[in-house]
């Protein structure tokens, strides 16, 4: 089963403030030196957060950059405050791959031009709005609030024998695999997390029909399967590190890279 980083908020949380940990552990002064003298000594990791709004974090209270919609809460900002870390926050709503190596706006710049040899980690959440996700998620509310027995949704995307979504998503991956090969080449010494998106919605819909919340049951992973998708088609093998808590602490060989679905 391919297993990718934890998505709820706390869970990327703590994921990379593992990634911290194995970072930090791999920089630490070898020998045996008092360990008072490793701990003064030890390395700061520079940290790089690259990412759209998933993980910016708008409009959660405190918002650092009313441009980007960045929050003091986002996963990035939640891991540094308790961990030797130099954090470099970068991340923007509505960022998509384009914007990691040329200006989102006027004062926004390239992402990626903040990464140097001196970075020691980088995590990235990208891609869904290469998908277009606000504007089906948009659509699709709009549709089954009028016909929530049914799959209005699944109709206006697919009906016509070709999987809009899936296309989407399948063009949207090789974007992906570009940005991380640009992250490496800029920050060649980095470890790179991919950090998902969670599932808006669980796969039986159940919950998320109601009177105020009018969604077609049963249809609701149409709607959140977009970002992880784009990611799973990123690859290539090699480009960006996926697996548990556990793999990034201890450096267990068992993390595996980003690869294509095959």
Do not use: W
């Amino acid at each position: 089963m391919r297993r990718f980083l934890p998505t709820s908020r706390a869970g990327r949380a703590l994921t990379v403030g593992a990634a911290l940990l194995s970072a930090g552990a791999a920089l630490a002064p070898a020998g045996t030196a008092a360990a008072s003298t490793a701990t003064e000594s030890r390395h700061t990791v520079d940290y790089v957060a690259l990412g759209d709004s998933y993980a910016s974090a708008p409009l959660v209270p405190i918002q650092l950059d009313t441009t980007c919609l960045r929050s003091d809460q986002n996963y990035a900002s939640l891991v540094t405050r308790s961990k030797a870390a130099t954090l470099t926050d970068v991340t923007c709503s509505g960022a998509t791959t384009a914007d990691m190596t040329a200006p989102q706006s006027d004062g926004v710049p390239a992402q990626l031009d903040v990464l140097g040899r001196g970075t020691d980690l980088v995590t990235v959440t990208i891609g869904g709005n290469d998908i277009g996700f606000s504007t089906v998620l948009g659509t699709c509310v709009q549709l089954m609030s009028g016909n929530p027995g049914g799959t209005p949704c699944q109709t206006h995307y697919s009906g016509t024998g070709t999987d809009r979504i899936t296309d989407a998503i399948t063009e949207t991956g090789p974007k992906v695999a570009q940005v991380l090969r640009g992250i490496h080449r800029r920050a060649p010494r980095a470890r790179v997390v991919v950090v998902g998106y969670p599932d808006l919605f669980p796969d039986d819909g159940v919950g998320c029909t109601s009177r105020s919340v009018p969604l077609a049951a049963g249809r609701l992973r149409l709607a959140s399967r977009q970002g992880e998708g784009a990611q799973r088609h990123a690859g290539p093998p090699g480009a960006a590190q996926r697996g548990t808590v556990r793999e990034h602490v201890h450096g267990d060989r068992r993390a595996r890279p980003l690869q294509a679905d095959r």
